[in-house]
C-alpha cells in the first residue's frame, strides 16, 4: 500500500504542485483546496489506467474515489483486489 501512496503522491507533485508539496496531505482534498481541476481528473485517471493496468469506468469517476490521495489509494486497493 505505501508503494501505492508513493507512486500516486510523486504524480500528483510533479504533475500539478510542479515539485512543491508544501501542504499536501494524504487527506488534502484536490479539488476543494483547487490541486487538481476536471482536466487534470482526467490526467490522473489516464495515469492510474496505464501505469496499474485497470480501467476506470464512469461511474466510478466520483469524489469518494479520486478526490485525495488516500481516495485513490483505497480505489486502487479495491480494483487491484489487495
Known amino acids: 500500500m505505501s508503494d ?3 507512486r500516486i503522491r510523486a ?11 508544501d501542504g499536501l496531505s ?7 483546496e483547487g490541486i487538481i481541476d476536471s482536466t ?8 492510474l489506467e496505464e ?3 485497470i480501467t476506470v469506468e ?6 469518494e474515489n479520486l ?4 481516495n485513490v489509494v483505497s480505489y486502487l486497493a479495491k480494483k487491484l483486489g489487495s
Open 4 to 6: 501505492l501512496r508513493e
Open 11 to 21: 504524480f500528483v507533485i510533479e504533475n500539478f504542485l510542479f515539485g512543491n508539496d
Open 26 to 32: 494524504d487527506e488534502s482534498s484536490f479539488l476543494e
Open 40 to 47: 487534470g481528473i482526467l490526467e490522473l485517471v489516464s495515469f
Open 51 to 53: 501505469e496499474f493496468g
Open 58 to 63: 464512469d461511474e466510478e469517476l466520483i469524489p
Open 67 to 70: 478526490d485525495s490521495i488516500n
